[in-house]
């Protein structure tokens, strides 16, 4: 069994727990410990965050949250004699930094989430790439059966200028009968607007018939693809070279849209029930078996043993 110890930021009581749920099911298949920022503090030299753990680990898996957190500060990388794991975020901002820290550090595994973007902007590390892409956790993004009292339904922020089809979805849906647009926190720069959060989050995607997102101009598989499909929700969204790697196909799990026709598509599905539940649970039937946090953690698990010459 693995040995892991990982560094993350404390996502535990936050909206976002997508590695807050890898981590749980990682530790069901290793000696797993987790340290996050709260528990290292200032603690910023690497060799002494290790002395915190009551076992040699074969591999530490970083987080970038936790650079985030200590603005890149993180250091003596080069006193500790074990192989590091690393999970980079939004990889088209602060790219050079990235660059400087993955090379200074002699990072030996990443595990982006989005391949394409990855490959275009650090080809040089091609070999030590392990895609690592989304995931959800199945006992939170079901199917609750409940009432879908909502033709449609926009969740997530739309401000930032990459979120050009959402705007535009916005623009237009705005004040239609049955439109729900829920208002993210960061858009509206305000602690007042509250977040809807973990089996809260899912039942609000589940109580829509269709819900609208987009993969922005970055051409991101966003974890949005994974939650809607995981709520037995209809998808309107556009796609990218990420998501068919990954098996996403238009018409049979989702429905593929652009700026011009989504409006034509929603009012189709909307009116179509029969095709839309159709849709709606191929892609749940596709998350569960192709795309849980508990595959997901195996993934990771596997790709671990082969870098270190262990079967799996």
């Known amino acids: 069994m693995l040995n892991i110890l990982a560094l993350d930021y404390d996502f535990s009581s936050s909206y976002f727990k997508n590695s807050f749920y890898l981590w749980d099911e990682v530790k069901k298949r290793s000696n797993f410990m987790l340290l996050t920022t709260s528990q290292f503090q200032q603690k910023l030299k690497l060799d002494e965050i290790v002395d915190l753990c009551p076992f040699k680990p074969d591999i530490i898996l970083i987080n970038e949250f936790v650079n985030f957190h200590h603005k890149w500060q993180l250091e003596a990388f080069d006193k ?3 192989p590091i794991g690393y999970l980079p975020h939004d990889i088209d901002d602060s790219v050079e930094i990235r660059r ?3 090379l200074e550090n002699n990072v030996s595994l990443i595990f982006p989430l989005y391949q394409e973007s990855f490959l275009r902007l650090y080809p040089e590390y091609k070999d030590k790439m392990r895609w690592l892409p989304h995931h959800v956790n199945t006992e939170i993004f079901k199917d609750y059966n409940i009432v879908k009292d909502k033709d449609g339904l926009l969740l997530g922020r739309v401000s930032q200028s990459f979120y050009h089809l959402r705007k535009k979805i916005l623009e237009k849906m705005d004040g239609h009968p ?5 208002v993210h926190p960061q ?9 809807l959060e973990g089996e ?5 995607i589940n109580s829509s018939k ?9 051409k991101y598989p966003l974890l949005k693809y994974f939650e809607i499909l995981g709520c037995r929700t209809l998808l309107l969204a556009d796609t990218c070279s990420d998501l068919t790697d990954l098996g996403f196909i238009p ?9 011009h026709n989504f409006y034509e598509k929603f009012l189709y599905y909307v009116n179509n029930e029969t095709e839309r539940n159709q849709i709606a649970a191929n892609g749940y039937q596709f998350i569960r078996n192709n795309h849980s946090t508990a595959l997901r953690a195996q993934q990771l698990i596997s790709y671990i043993n082969d870098y270190l010459g262990r079967k799996s």
């Open 80 to 82: 500790v004699d074990i």
């Open 100 to 102: 400087k820290f993955m």
């Open 178 to 182: 049955g439109f729900v647009y829920y």
């Open 187 to 195: 858009d509206q720069n305000s602690a007042k607007v509250s977040w």
């Open 200 to 204: 809260d989050y899912a039942r609000y």
């Open 210 to 218: 269709i819900f609208f997102s987009c993969c922005s101009t970055r």
């Open 251 to 259: 018409g049979q799990h989702f429905v593929e849209i652009n700026e």
